[in-house]
């Protein structure tokens, strides 16, 4: 394991429903700042921000993640799997399903531009393998335009607006070595037997414009493959960020679902 420790917040009142914010590709809870002020009052909330690791396994991930919520004192609680981190929440559920002994127990999945398996493996390849060539002045200058596009688009979720910087800032080379390590994991997970498997509910969620993880794929399998989906909802003016760029509406849905 990576000698830099996941780091873990906790908001919220403790006697409140938890929800468990496992954060996308990029591995940190920097955009998700609106999503946070929205339910930080009505639930107890807790983020995650993960090392920089190019050698952890999804269980090496998922051990890690459960050992923090221990230690915080959370032994259950909703997961929200963000992007990438869907496989992570699957690997908490099969391991607290085979080893019960483990002291946490999740409540239920919410996959947030999550998936089982990934659909579309060759763009995941394309994507990974231009990511390793591109040279710092060009990562530079693309994520300064991203930075602009981001201010834009997050601008009625003044939280995450302003949290753009950080992002920015914690895109280092060590921690493009951490993405590029996340896309072989991506590559080589298939949760669709755990998701078959798994008697929690489970429920989807996904902006209506995704190119990055399209529902139109996504959904149609986990609704023929997932045993434990009891509900989707696809917001219309919200992206593969659906968390940051529809704030409000996502948080309504999810706590309409924990509370359910």
């Known amino acids: 394991m990576s000698q830099e420790a996941i780091q873990i917040r906790v908001h919220g009142l403790p006697s409140a429903p938890t929800l468990i914010y496992l954060p996308g590709l990029h591995g940190d809870w920097t955009l998700v700042a609106s999503f946070r002020a929205a339910v930080k009052d009505k639930l107890r909330f807790a983020e995650f921000t993960y090392p920089r690791t190019v050698t952890w396994s999804l269980e090496d991930y998922a051990r890690a993640v459960i050992h923090a919520l221990k230690t915080n004192g959370i032994h259950s609680g909703w997961l929200l799997g963000k992007s990438f981190s869907s496989q992570v929440a699957w690997k908490i559920v099969e391991l607290t399903t085979t080893e019960p002994k483990m002291g946490f127990s999740p409540s239920g999945v919410i996959l947030a531009g999550g998936f089982a398996r990934y659909p579309i493996l060759a763009g995941v390849r394309f994507v990974r393998a231009v990511n390793r060539v591109v040279p710092p002045s060009l990562m530079r200058l693309a994520l300064s335009i991203y930075a602009a596009y981001a201010k834009l688009r997050h601008r009625r979720a003044p939280e995450t607006r302003a949290s753009i910087d950080e992002f920015i800032a914690r895109r280092t080379e060590p921690d493009r070595q951490a993405i590029l ?15 078959s498997r798994c008697s929690l509910p489970v429920y989807y969620l996904s902006g209506f414009v ?35 760029t529809a704030p409000q509406k996502s948080a309504e849905q999810i706590l309409r679902w924990i509370h359910d």
């Not at 590559?187 to 998701?195: G, K, R």
């Not at 190119?211 to 219309?236: A, Q």
């Open 181 to 195: 390590h996340r896309y072989g994991l991506i590559l080589t997970s298939n949760a669709a037997e755990i998701a």
């Open 210 to 244: 995704d190119p990055v993880v399209p529902w139109l794929f996504v959904l149609p399998s986990l609704r023929r493959k997932c045993r434990g989906l009891r509900e989707w909802r696809i917001i219309f003016n919200a992206d593969h960020n659906v968390l940051g």
